[in-house]
């Protein structure tokens, strides 16, 4: 079975309700490859995602950057799943090297994390990726393995999960994994999902780039064969998001 190419927008904290607005606006004009070809997904900042949920073409969806590790309480300043789904909000990003990185989420806090929102029916887009550090000794799939075994140990139905490879030093620096790099690692990720999952979890789970995905470079990724889609940050909240979007061609004509 062919897994649908993937695309997610990471729209991260930028935005005001006027360029919200357009994004949305953009969005929904742009003729792209049908939803049979390829899954959208974007995901604005907490404020506005009633208004993008809301206003969006019916035919791409909408996820939340992060939720809280259990159910809501008193945790200010937290966004629990449950709110997530009161909103009708079907999926969410969760592990982003930026939360690892800046407020110190450990592999076993985002594994935590992934469960209570798949337990929640929330669909999850789990991310994983290594520093620049970490590349040049050598230890990316090391990395990368102890970042999905955490996910991997916490998810039953693998259906609902998306993995996002992001290496960190590609994140917003405009340096892009190589499509030769992407693929070794999308490859190493797989054949770690065979060995430690199954071998269906392997073929159907979809592995996603995220680092510095533009509308130049994203036909080469996508023609690469593990390389299931991307997740976007800064191009997504530019008009080069549909050529992003329309690069899953290139999987069709495969």
């Known amino acids: 079975m062919a ?26 004009d742009a003729q792209v490859p049908s ?3 390829v899954e959208v997904v974007v995901s604005p900042p907490f404020v506005f995602l009633p208004l993008v949920k809301s206003t969006l073409r019916p035919d791409f969806h909408v996820a939340a950057q ?15 799943a449950e709110m997530l789904v009161n909103l009708d ?6 592990g982003h090297s930026e939360r690892r990185s800046l407020l110190n989420e450990s592999n076993e806090f985002v594994g935590d ?6 337990s929640r029916g929330l669909k999850v887009i789990a991310c994983v990726g290594e520093t620049l550090e970490q590349r040049e000794a050598g230890s990316t799939v090391e990395v990368v393995a102890a970042q999905t075994k955490a996910i991997a140990a916490c ?9 996002a490879y992001e290496p960190v030093w590609a ?7 190589s499509p030769a790099q992407a693929q070794e690692v999308h490859y190493e990720l797989r054949k770690w999902l065979q060995e430690n999952t199954s071998p269906e979890v392997a073929a159907t789970t979809r592995i996603i780039y995220g ?39 290139v999987k069709k004509s495969a």
């Open 89 to 94: 909000i079907p999926w969410v990003i969760l």
């Open 171 to 177: 994140i917003g620096t405009g340096k892009v994994a």
């Open 35 to 37: 939803s049979d070809v």
């Open 155 to 163: 998810v039953s139905n693998w259906a609902d999960v998306v993995l």
């Open 3 to 28: 897994r649908k190419f993937f695309v997610g927008g990471n729209w991260k904290c930028n935005g005001t309700s006027e360029e919200v607005k357009k994004i949305v606006s953009t969005l929904n």
């Open 211 to 249: 680092g510095s995905v533009n509308g130049a470079n994203c036909k080469e990724l996508a023609a690469k064969p593990d390389v299931d889609g991307f997740l976007v940050g800064g191009a997504s909240l530019k008009p080069e998001f549909i050529d992003i979007i329309k690069s899953a061609e």
């Open 113 to 118: 994390k992934v469960a209570y929102a798949l």
């Open 66 to 80: 992060n939720c809280w590790v259990k159910k809501g309480g008193a945790f200010t300043g937290e966004i629990s």
